[in-house]
């Protein structure tokens, strides 16, 4: 089983790289802030990577994040409670950026 409990593992390496590519994908033609996110989780004793962008619309509040895009992949490849193991979100701000926020709304 991978380790994720320290930021240096060598296990976050492949969810790192599964958010950068899927941040490439992003689709934020109004802020151009662009955003990728990697989720591993458990299921049947297997790991697995799912990977999510932002999807902007001109209608801002129904722009999707790029955590709730990988969570929603995951789910329907069998996702449920309990399965989660370690999720990033990358983006190229200079400073620690926090999620969107969508859920506490």
């Known amino acids: 089983m991978m380790n994720y409990a320290h930021a240096e593992a060598p ?3 492949d ?4 958010a950068w590519a899927a941040r490439e994908h992003a689709h934020a033609p ?9 989720l591993a989780w458990r299921r049947r004793g297997s790991l697995w990577i799912e990977a999510g962008c932002n999807v902007e ?3 801002y509040p129904l722009t999707v994040c790029a955590e709730r895009n990988a ?3 995951a789910v329907a490849k069998g996702l449920r409670d309990g399965d989660l193991v370690a999720l990033a979100v990358v ?3 200079e400073t620690l950026t926090p ?7």
Do not use: D, H, Q
């Not at 999620?99 to 709304?105: M, S, Y």
């Open 30 to 38: 109004y802020s151009g802030f662009r955003v990728g996110a990697g």
């Open 11 to 13: 296990a976050w390496k």
């Open 99 to 105: 999620p969107c926020g969508g859920a506490a709304r």
């Open 15 to 18: 969810l790192l790289e599964a």
């Open 91 to 93: 983006t190229e701000a």
């Open 71 to 73: 969570i929603g992949a």
């Open 57 to 59: 619309n001109a209608a």
